[in-house]
């Protein structure tokens, strides 16, 4: 659908990219490039945050979200992604090896070798001292 330019700058407010596309010498009109070749991994998180906050999915999967970005970009897309979580109320699912990435889930599934090994929040797999809270030391 035909996305109105203060619905595509509320989405970018949320996910934290905005401000960004602002300081770009076209602002909202500038090419990103194919596969937004011209953005860093973050700003390419952020921008497909945007998307999912426009499109409203009811599942949102996230696959390694985070994995190739430095602490302040890590920071800015996962406060867009608890955007996406209040915004869209979609289901997330997050796959991923940074540990920061799941600690605020509601539930984490431990997966080795293919079977999932172990599951709860991250507070009751911690307590468990199992092979999540292994993961952490």
């Not at 109105?4 to 300081?23: L, M, P, V």
């Not at 600690?103 to 991250?122: Q, T, Y």
């Not at 468990?128 to 809270?133: D, L, R, S, V």
Request: charged content about 30%; overall charge neutral; proline content about 3%.
């Amino acid at each position: 659908r035909p996305v109105t330019d203060e619905e595509g700058e509320n989405a970018a407010k949320q996910a934290r990219i905005h401000d960004f596309i602002k300081s770009l010498p076209k602002g909202y009109d500038t090419k990103a490039g194919e596969a937004g070749a011209r953005l860093s991994g973050g700003q390419r998180q952020r921008m497909a945050i945007a998307r999912a906050l426009i499109a409203k999915p009811p599942v949102l999967i996230l696959d390694e979200a985070t994995s190739s970005l430095d602490a302040k970009n890590e920071a800015l897309v996962h406060a867009a992604m608890g955007a996406v979580l209040r915004e869209v109320g979609a289901s997330v699912l997050v796959i991923a090896h940074r540990l920061s990435t799941i600690r605020e889930a509601d539930e984490i599934l431990c997966v080795d070798g293919g079977l999932v090994v172990e599951k709860g929040s991250h507070e009751t797999l911690m307590k468990k001292g199992g092979y999540y809270a292994e993961l952490l030391k």
